[in-house]
């Protein structure tokens, strides 16, 4: 059984609101905002540095399709190219 007390009730924790302070003296939504914009300043910072640009139309999906194919089409030929000492011969060389 419980015993009777004359203890007033435990305080219950203040509801987080917006204007609950977080960390150094900054508000909850102060701390969501600064986060937001640290997030999308190191989204564009990638998408800076990283050629990362989503076509928008059909004929430049195709255009870079197309421009990819030529790439490693290219690059294959080159493999198949001999070293260039094997190509030229060096005149009273050895």
């Known amino acids: 059984l419980s015993q009777a007390t004359t203890e007033p009730p435990k305080k219950k924790p203040d509801p987080v609101t917006s204007e609950t302070v977080v960390i150094w003296g900054l ?16 989204i564009i910072t990638l998408c800076c540095i990283f050629k990362c640009r989503i076509p928008r139309t059909k004929k430049e999906i195709e255009a870079r399709y197309a421009q990819r194919q030529a790439a490693k089409n290219y690059a294959d030929k080159l493999e198949t190219v001999p070293p260039l000492n094997e190509l030229t011969e060096i005149p009273g060389g050895i």
């Not at 508000?27 to 190191?42: D, E, P, S």
Request: charged share 5%; no cysteine; glycine share 6%.
């Open 27 to 42: 508000r909850l939504w102060q701390v969501i905002g600064i986060f937001a914009i640290f997030v999308l300043a190191v």
